[in-house]
């Protein structure tokens, strides 16, 4: 039972680039999340999507897009990448349509460095 | 706007010793606090979800404890080993969001 993945592990572009970060989860969770963390700071959320077909802006979605591919895959797209958005990012699936009440399984990050 | 503040943002203490992790929230109208554990380069492991309704949760050596009124939450960590150095998150979920702590650092000295 893998849980959730994420590709790639690590990866470096240059401002203006544009890259999609891929996550899967093998749980059957209707809920999924992709989050961003910078040193000193809590995880912020970038976007989530409840269910397969919907998905929803969280704290910080500017700059990005997401798509929820099917109940298992959720990724996220940086159109132009910009140094601001060089970061630690992990995505999250979680049981129930959405809500913060059910743990959250993490998977185990990529590390994005934008020059 | 939630604001989860956990100090102090790094902790040091010998083998054997227990652990007192504190985080404070500003919004007291919450679903659930969870304790999550991070180490160096990997993802979050959940520890520990308090409902809203729950004063505490535990967990072997672990007890989380859930103060909603005055804002606060506090893990303890029983007879800590070195293998318990990591950096613990706490994260407040209201609706369809958690919102996170910036962490506390621990290492656990042989």
New interface residues.
Partial sequence: NAG?TQTPKFQVLKTGQSMTLQCAQDMNHNSMYWYRQDP??????IY?S?SEGTT?K??VPNGYNVSRLNKREFSLRLESAAPSQTSVY?C?SSDGA????????????TRLLVL | KQEVTQIPAALSVPEGENLVLNCSFTDSAIYNLQWFRQDPGKGLTSLLLIQSSQREQTSGRLNASLDKSSGRSTLYIAASQPGDSATYLCAVGDDYKLSFGAGTTVTVRA
Avoid: H, I, N, W
């Fill in positions: 959730v000193g700071m809590g995880l912020r959320l989530y409840a929803d969280g704290e992990f999250a959405g809500r913060s009440r059910e743990t959250q399984y993490f998977g185990p990050g």
